[in-house]
């Protein structure tokens, strides 16, 4: 076991942790000032859950936030750094269900556990800006936002086809649907159809686009290109088939207008309404029974370019409406209920699954672009790349897709046939969960009144006290719905007997709004302070994983869009910059209790105390990259971080000791420091901001040993910027740094130092001396050398005259301070 207590130095790791976790909590070192001159900062990490004490990916995440923070602080910023816990959530219901125990209790047991190790870790938090999602104060504002929604007509109920998590027994957005498994417990995920709530994020679909160029250079481009990609902005057209024995046409999107000519057989997805409506009594037999097959797949298998294509012919048919033929409608599993109304129009020749699906089912084939490639009726390859139209009525012999889109839209239209469109490949969001511990749905349903919002002097809904164990067990419908007494009511519109909505809110609704209350945890006017947020927001600095990149994020952004449309606030987007983390794994892979591999945080801290594990996290690598636990050496950081100690230790100049009478290269090597970490942390090259502490450690070191030693003011002067520099990563040893030099607590709250400039002026430069390009000598000069100087010394140098051997110099290139070139001449 490593040793925390250094018997030559007399530094003691855990009397450390222990002295100046307290003084910070006394002191509230990291409280946001009352000096309304500070510039504000707002620091944010992504929400912890309470599922247990902190592990290897806290220890990560949150030294790298702490990095930002307390930089931030030391350069005179007021710094916002809140903590919370996203406490709702299927965990603590599984708990309670195993323990016959109420959820909370198991939450805010956790959450004392994880409170008390996060002020062990020595993150600067402001502990008075610090929320619970789980409490009555703050959902209470989750159900007034869910009612300003419902007023707006972004919130909403359908009947439709969910995912369903058949262990969980829940509904999951398409975000939460992993390869076609439950992110949270991995089972295969079916379908099911419910009636669901849903949040009209559709709306904002083009807004969450444009709006990403203000995020450009601030948020990793991976996400933007995650979310771009999960928004997918399509261009086409829409356009009417008239199918038979329905009185209005079927409209289907499309991004090829172009190949309608080509258009041959029409697909609706067999979970689609619009599939069931249109089937023959004939048919339906076969269909019901295709539709059972179907429930039972994925999303991810039914949209396999290796799926054997299947289908059930549904007895009718359809009007090409570009050239009158009629097209027979099958039901198939490749088309998905929830892409556009379900229905596509299929085009073999240009599309290879339409062309797999035809030659299964002996359906028409037609060319309508040549290529060059040959007639796919003939290959059964279908063509996807330009060339000339054919068998396209109008279109034939033209060359250029935008030219024959723009024809065929502008024929559509103007035969009120269809017209261009944009669609997206974002769904609404799916709110509903049927869970007991999640933030009620304040909505009650009335036969005489239909949806009634709970008025808001009646919030906020409580979620019931008495139940608790197997009465919170998933039966396929909420527990909440058993509970006649919390769900039988009065309808606030008409008195008659009504009932609560006994669905909760998905998790992801909690989240997409702490931020703003963050800044008044206990505000009671409204969920968050209009005028504080404006003061403070958007959020300069966000740190959290980049798996949620296409839930949270893009849910908060939407979040902040409507809130901006009802005027609480006055930005686009709420945060302005986004670091991500990556893995702490171990041996190559993700810890796991299967595979054996995992890493305890607290043995770790245990036996090499707080700052060695900080510490050796940020030097392991650049914040977005893996750590891989087997390779770093947490006890060779405690090494480090007692030597550092012991420069404190043996200073023995005066506080107040006049530093530039100093070792001038002690200065310079400190003051190049400084310069050099303060663009590191800027850029956020963590780790090599500790690479070069060390550095300046062992430069300090030598000079203690081999010069004026502990009594040289430079000596002080850099010991001084270590503990400083060290305060971002090891805040401990820096504290008893400080304290050892005899300055006043707490480094966290003294004023980062700037470099002299004229201490980062090299006195002497190396001067590279290079005959027929190779180097023959290197030469100490002054960095302002000129270059008759230079090609002096150059010639007169002995290794320089052996190379020349006698021979006349033809040219003298000088790249001053840095290279001579000598060129003999022949």
């Known amino acids: 076991m490593a040793e925390q207590h250094d018997e030559r130095s007399g530094y003691d790791a855990v009397a450390a942790q222990e002295k100046w976790v307290r003084y910070w909590r006394e002191n509230r070192t990291f409280a946001v000032s009352d000096d309304e001159s500070l510039e504000k900062r707002y620091l944010l990490d992504m929400f912890a859950y309470p599922s247990g004490d902190l592990h290897m990916g806290h ?20 710094v916002l750094h809140p903590i919370g816990w996203d406490s709702f959530g299927l965990p603590a219901e599984n708990a309670a269900i195993r323990n016959n125990a109420h959820p909370a209790e198991w939450t805010y047991r956790n959450i004392d556990t994880q409170a008390a190790s996060f002020e062990r870790y020595g993150v600067g938090f402001d502990w008075d800006h610090r929320l619970h999602t789980s409490d009555e104060e703050y959902y209470r504002w989750t159900q007034w936002l869910f009612l300003r929604f419902f007023e707006k007509g972004l ?35 079916t379908k099911r159809q ?22 450009e250079g601030g948020w990793p481009e991976r996400v933007l290109a995650m979310q771009r990609n999960w928004i997918g902005r399509s261009s086409g057209a829409h356009v009417d088939f008239q199918v038979e024995g329905r009185s209005e046409p079927v409209t289907v999107f499309t991004t090829r207008p172009d190949t309608l000519f080509g258009a041959t057989f029409m697909v609706v997805a067999p979970d689609a309404a619009l599939a069931d409506e249109i089937v023959t009594d004939e048919q339906r037999p076969a269909f019901e029974e295709y539709l059972e097959q179907v429930k039972k797949q994925t999303e991810i298998e039914r949209q396999s370019t290796e799926h054997v294509k299947t289908g059930v012919f549904l007895g009718v048919h359809a009007t090409n409406p570009v050239n009158g033929e009629k097209v027979p409608v099958w039901a198939a599993d490749y088309v998905l209920a929830d892409y556009g109304t379900g229905a596509i129009m299929a085009v073999p020749a240009h599309d290879q699954r339409d062309l797999d699906f035809a030659r299964a089912f002996d359906l028409p ?112 419908v909420s527990p909440l719905a058993a509970n006649d007494g919390w769900k039988n009511v009065a309808c606030p519109t008409c008195g008659g007997p009504a009932v609560r909505d006994t669905d909760t809110m ?31 927001m958007p959020v300069a600095q966000y740190v959290g994983g980049v798996e949620h990149a296409t839930m949270h994020l893009l849910y908060s952004r939407f979040f ?63 914040p977005d990259e893996d750590i891989d636990w087997a390779d770093v050496s947490p006890g060779s950081t405690l090494k480090f971080l007692q030597r550092a100690w012991r420069l404190s230790a043996e200073v023995s100049s005066e506080v107040d000791v006049d530093v530039t009478t100093g070792d001038r290269g002690l200065r310079q090597a400190t003051h190049r420091t400084i310069a050099e970490i303060t663009e590191l942390v800027e ?44 305060s971002l990563v090891a805040p401990y040893v820096a504290e008893e740094m400080w304290e050892q030099l005899g300055l006043p607590p707490s480094v966290a709250q003294s004023r980062w130092p700037a470099a002299e400039p004229e201490l980062l002026v090299a006195d002497q430069v190396t001067m590279v001396v290079q005959v027929q390009g190779k180097v023959r000598a290197k030469l100490e000069v002054s960095p302002d050398i000129t270059e008759d100087e230079a090609t002096a010394l150059a010639l007169a140098d002995a290794g320089v005259q052996r190379s020349l051997d006698g021979r006349e110099v033809a040219k003298v290139i000088c790249r001053l301070p840095k290279m001579v070139s000598i060129v003999p001449a022949k």
């Open 59 to 78: 220890a990560e995440a949150w030294a790298i936030g702490d990095v930002v923070g307390r930089y931030w602080k030391m350069q005179g910023y007021n």
């Open 155 to 189: 919130a909403y109920r359908k009947d439709s086809w969910v995912n369903w998590c058949p262990q969980d027994m829940t509904v999951l957005a398409n975000e939460q649907v992993k390869e076609g498994r439950c992110e949270r417990c991995s089972s295969l995920v």
């Open 194 to 215: 419910l009636n669901q709530w849903y949040f009209r994020i559709t709306d904002y679909a083009q807004q969450l686009l444009d709006d990403m160029d203000q995020l």
């Open 365 to 476: 084939v037609r060319m309508v672009i040549d290529t060059g490639e040959g007639d796919p009726a003939e290959t059964d390859v279908a063509t996807a790349g330009d060339g000339t139209y054919v068998n396209s009525g109008v279109l034939d012999g033209l060359t250029t897709k935008a030219e024959a889109i723009e024809r065929i839209n502008a024929q559509l239209e103007a035969d009120e046939l269809g017209k261009a469109a944009i669609t997206y490949r974002l769904r609404d969001w799916l709110i509903s969960r049927q869970r007991f511990w999640g933030c009620p749905i304040p909505i009650i349903h009335c036969e005489a009144c239909g949806e009634v919002p709970v008025p808001d002097d009646q919030l906020p809904v409580r979620l019931p006290d008495d139940m608790r164990g197997e009465q919170l067990a998933p039966k396929g």
């Open 506 to 536: 998905d998790t992801f609704v909690d989240s997409s709004w702490y931020f703003y209350r963050y800044i008044s945890p206990h505000y009671t006017e409204g969920p968050f302070d209009v005028e504080a947020v404006k003061q403070w």
């Open 560 to 622: 902040n869009k409507v809130l901006r449309d009802m005027g609480m606030v006055d930005f686009d987007e709420p945060m302005l910059k986004l670091m991500n983390q990556g893995q702490v794994i171990n041996q190559g892979k993700a810890m796991s209790k299967s595979l054996g591999n995992g890493v305890d945080l607290g043995q770790q801290i245990d036996e090499f105390g707080v700052d060695a594990v900080r510490t050796t996290v940020i030097f392991a690598g650049p």
């Open 683 to 726: 850029s956020q090259r963590f780790n090599v901001v500790v690479a070069r502490v060390m550095e300046l450690v062992n430069a300090t070191r030598r000079v203690i040993d081999t010069g004026a030693g502990p009594a040289d003011p430079a000596v002080r002067e850099a010991t001084q910027f270590v503990a400083q520099a060290l």
